[in-house]
């Protein structure tokens, strides 16, 4: 049975590539622009700025938990159902995570309502670059994800300036409503035009591995909880040991199930290929690196350089239009160079961004800071279009939902893990720097400053460290086209430069 589109026009696959992009666009942009109305929210309900970041985590611990779960769910019984599902829970979980809490009175409606959102985000994030790799041409392939990746970046980058404006001229709430409307066009779209195929046996749900389900939930949400609220909690605290010892003890066991269950929900024996590992491994450290310099920066353009809010986010801007950018020429070279060759490049324009970034000061120009940053962003824009095709393409069309939610699950994951240990570095280096200087609280302005320029130089210094590790896998990495997608004719010939 074919995977494709029942029209093969240029106009279909163009379709079929908007719809998927949709989904990207409503799973980006609602990443960050939630956050930007947290203070504003917490006025509304007047709970305190800890609860109120349970809007944001809630949603983050059900995606973790669910999107490999419905990864495998889309293998078995076709991506179309599991991604116009996603569509009608997403938008419908949108609509009352702004028309509940007022109708209720209640923070905790919101909360509900975001676990609910979580679920059908889960189930659209999971399958969107799998739908690429299953339903479009081998030709086609590099551009169509580098157009998803910049629809990806679009979306990060207007979520804070688009929640801005919605939340100071209208009401926090107008920060989900804008989901419903795009929600349902791309549900229409969506069952219009994505192929109503699966891309393995015809099965039914009989085989789940439900234990691996369970163990991945548990294992996944308490993992990112722990690591997330750490920092709030203590470290040492027994309510984030317990939740780490849960978490250790799922994530193991989750392992032993799923090497001797006959329908695994992760494919753990595809870790053999050591390509497949190594380029996995790559996704994971991008974003792992990428999260200290999105997270710090903030703090950095502001208590450093003095900026208020709204010109800070108009720097990082930068990041996500040079990605942007990079991410369209990725997508158009691709299929010319192929993914390697693209991957090296980018390891070297990331490392580069990381080493200038190192070098931050108290003076230091806002043009070398947006220079920064946009080296960063065409580096990471450059990167992951291609290393996602290579992921998705090495391995069979039965399991493309599986391996999909797996790098869905390497881009966001780490950003959280990320947060947390940058943190650490950033107060732990601080802390250090300030008493080998003789620093206290009594001092000058200038050299308080200069301790927390410092302070930022060195956690960035560990993006520069991950940076070159990025750029030694990149170095060995190989691209490795599966026989399901040579299927057409004159591809073989058109490839084998490649491998």
């Known amino acids: 049975m074919k ?85 009608i829970v997403f938008t419908i979980g949108s609509f009352a995570c702004g028309f509940l809490p007022d109708l209720l009175n209640s923070f905790g409606s919101l909360v509900g309502s975001r676990i609910f959102q979580g679920v059908g985000g889960a189930m659209i994030t999971a399958i969107a670059p799998a739908m690429i790799t299953a339903f479009i041409p081998m030709k086609m392939k590099g551009k169509a994800m580098g157009i998803i990746m910049t629809v990806a970046a679009l979306g990060m980058a207007i979520g804070p300036t688009v929640g801005g404006i919605l939340t100071q001229y209208l009401s926090w709430h107008w920060i989900f409503f804008i989901n419903v409307p795009i929600g349902i066009v791309a549900l229409l779209l969506g069952a219009k035009v994505i192929p109503s195929t699966v891309t393995g046996k015809d099965r039914d749900l009989s085989g789940f591995d439900k234990k691996g389900g369970m163990l991945i939930f548990v294992g996944l949400a308490s993992l990112l909880f722990a690591i997330s609220e750490g920092q709030e909690f203590g470290w040492t605290s027994p309510a984030i040991i317990a ?38 491994l790559i996704m994971s450290l991008v974003f792992l690196s990428f999260s200290g310099i999105n997270y710090l920066l903030p703090f950095y353009l502001e208590y450093v350089q003095g900026f208020d809010s709204s010109t800070a986010g108009l720097i990082l801007t930068s990041l996500s239009f040079a990605m942007m950018i990079a991410g369209l020429i990725a997508g158009a070279l691709f299929n010319k160079t192929g993914g390697r060759t693209l991957c090296i490049a980018a390891g070297f324009v990331i490392l580069l961004g990381y080493y200038f970034i190192t070098h931050l000061h108290a003076d230091t120009t806002t043009a070398f800071v947006i220079g920064c940053l946009m080296l960063i962003g065409f580096g990471l824009g450059l990167m992951v279009t291609p290393i996602s095709n290579m992921i998705l393409n090495s391995v069979g069309k039965k399991y493309q939902g599986m391996v999909s939610s797996l790098t869905s699950l390497e881009r966001f994951a780490p950003l959280t893990i990320g947060i947390a240990i940058f943190n650490v570095i950033f107060l732990e280096g601080i802390s250090m720097i300030a008493e080998h200087r003789g620093v206290t609280s009594q001092a000058p302005a200038n050299m308080k400053l200069e301790v927390l320029s410092s302070g930022f130089d060195l956690a960035f210094f560990g993006a520069f460290i991950l940076g070159i590790i990025i750029l030694l896998l990149s170095l060995i990495v190989r691209q490795e086209i599966h026989p399901d997608y040579l299927e057409e004719a004159g591809e073989v010939e058109a490839f084998a430069g490649m491998l």
């Not at 939740?243 to 024996?269: D, G, H, K, Q």
């Open 243 to 280: 939740t780490m010892i849960i978490a250790v003890f799922s994530l193991a066991y989750f392992a032993w199930n799923e090497l001797r269950v006959p329908e695994p929900l992760l494919e753990l024996r595809l870790f053999k290929n050591r390509n497949f590992l190594i380029a996995n």
């Open 3 to 87: 995977n494709s589109p029942d029209n093969s026009s240029g106009k279909n696959y163009s379709l079929l590539i908007l719809a998927i992009s949709l989904a990207i666009f409503m799973s980006s942009i609602d990443g960050t622009i939630v956050n930007i109305a947290l203070p504003t929210i917490s006025e509304s309900f007047d709970i305190s700025t800890s609860t109120v970041s349970w809007v944001a985590t809630a949603y983050l611990l059900v995606m973790a938990g669910c999107v490999l779960i419905f990864g495998k769910i889309s293998d078995i019984i076709g991506f179309k159902r599991i991604f116009l599902s996603g569509f």
